[in-house]
């Protein structure tokens, strides 16, 4: 046996075990390509979601403190 030969039959192995990689995740039919399409669209979705989740709160936490320093200043100076 070549080395072309072994090339080949290691190409061969590694294509039937992704096959049967994508079979046992349910991944072998036609609609595998959307399938993946929509969950890597959910995925992104779930990323953006997070982001605007931290920048929501980080401002809501910064217009709090700026808020009770505001009422500080204020009661400070003679507030009612």
Do not use: H
């Amino acid at each position: 046996m070549d080395q072309l030969e072994l090339e080949k039959i290691i190409s061969q192995a590694a294509q039937e075990g992704a096959k049967q990689a994508l079979k046992d995740i349910g991944l072998s039919d036609e609609e595998a390509y959307d399938d993946v399409k929509e969950l890597r669209s959910l995925l992104d979705a779930w990323r953006a979601t997070k982001s605007t989740v931290g920048q929501t709160i980080a401002r809501m936490l910064t217009t709090s403190i700026l808020t009770a320093l505001a009422i500080g200043i204020w009661i400070s100076w003679g507030g009612e």
